[in-house]
């Protein structure tokens, strides 16, 4: 039965290609697609008009968003953009090499994202187990996923490889950034209750487990929470785009099926990794928590905050100086005059 989905979803795929190739272009009269215009930068721009509804919300709220509001937005814009010329020349050229750099660079940039930017503590060589966590979970879900349910031929058809990466990156970066969260943040609040487990004799993965167990149900709960709604209050954004893009609904139900379990299993699979990871360098050999190894974004900010305000002071003192010996030296010339 999975061969039979598998072979239909792949049999849409290319017909999708086809489809785009010809009947967009004004090629395909027989094909089924219904009418569609092309969209152009005034529809983008009719459409961003909505986002003034965020930026009165926090106006008139004081939510002070008004600055991560434009700044969101303009990444949307230009990532996106960005990202269309990117795939244009790997689709056309269908070479395993830019798949797999594409690939890789996308993965870099999601641990890139989870360690800098969305993490509100940081632990020792987190970068380098955050991306191992990642590269191995989305790697292993996107083999399995495209060569054997989905059936692509070859594995890694950028048509269907790409997208499906992305979606399990973006979903796996939220799970491990919730995860590690969780973790550092409960080593850090539960700092006294953890350290007395360990006086009483405990290991380190007895008094790490309840925080464990936390931060991986925490991280898992809105993909579960996710996979419970769609189809009964959400259309998910593959289904509504393959159905946009005019392929049969069963496919794209099948498809959105396939893609939800994949994403559910590589959320789990880079959370479990990047927590279990994360625990055993917080906790030493011999049993004690290294708050040492926790770095918090605010200290960091504190840190660049207290060094430009020196940088500045000493700017301004340097000018002072300045300008007072160019007064003495005025004064000096007067009373040489």
């Known amino acids: 039965m999975i061969n039979d989905v598998g072979n239909e979803i792949f049999s849409h795929f290319a017909f999708m290609s086809v489809h785009f190739k010809a009947g967009w272009l004004g090629q395909g009269s027989n094909c089924t697609q219904p009418d569609q215009h092309e969209l152009?930068?005034?529809?983008v721009a009719i459409a961003s008009s909505l986002i003034v509804v965020n930026g009165v919300v926090s106006v008139l709220f004081g939510l002070g968003l008004e600055k991560t509001l434009i700044i969101s937005a303009t990444r949307c814009l230009v990532q996106l953009t960005i990202m269309g010329y990117v795939l244009k020349p790997v689709f056309e050229h269908n070479d395993p090499l830019f798949v797999f750099a594409l690939a890789l660079t996308l993965i870099l940039i999601s641990t890139?994202?989870?360690?800098?930017?969305?993490?509100?503590?940081?632990?020792?060589?987190?970068?380098?187990?955050?991306?191992?966590?990642?590269?191995f979970s989305v790697t292993l879900t996107s083999f399995i996923g495209n060569a054997f349910a989905i059936q692509a031929d070859p594995w890694w058809l950028p048509r269907t490889y790409i997208p499906t990466l992305g979606m399990l990156?973006?979903?796996s970066m939220?799970?491990?950034?919730?995860?590690?969260?969780?973790?550092?943040?409960q080593a850090a609040d539960n700092k006294d209750r953890i350290e007395l487990y360990l006086s009483f004799g405990a290991s380190r993965w007895e008094a790490a487990r309840p925080v464990c167990a936390e931060a991986i149900k925490t991280a898992l709960l809105?993909?579960?929470n996710n996979m419970s709604v769609m189809g009964l209050i959400s259309i998910p954004g593959m289904m509504t785009g393959q159905i946009l893009g005019g392929?049969?609904?069963?496919?794209?139900?099948?498809?959105?099926?396939?893609?939800?379990?994949?994403?559910?299993?590589?959320?789990a699979i880079a959370t479990v990794m990047a927590v279990l990871s994360c625990v055993f360098i917080i906790f030493d050999d011999h049993?004690?928590?290294?708050?040492?190894?926790?770095l918090k974004d605010a200290k960091k900010r504190k840190t660049a905050t207290r060094f430009w305000t020196n940088v500045m002071k000493r700017f301004k003192g340097r000018n002072q100086v300045d300008h007072a010996n160019g007064q003495n030296g005025s004064e000096a010339e007067a009373l040489l005059r």
């Open 40 to 43: 152009g930068w005034s529809n």
């Open 169 to 171: 990156l973006g979903n």
């Open 247 to 267: 392929a049969k609904i069963a496919d794209a139900v099948r498809y959105q099926q396939i893609i939800m379990f994949m994403i559910s299993a590589s959320c």
């Open 222 to 224: 809105p993909v579960l």
């Open 287 to 294: 049993s004690r928590l290294r708050m040492d190894r926790i």
């Open 174 to 185: 939220s799970g491990m950034a919730l995860g590690l969260s969780s973790v550092l943040g």
């Open 112 to 135: 890139v994202e989870i360690v800098y930017n969305k993490s509100k503590h940081r632990h020792d060589y987190m970068f380098a187990t955050v991306l191992a966590a990642m590269l």
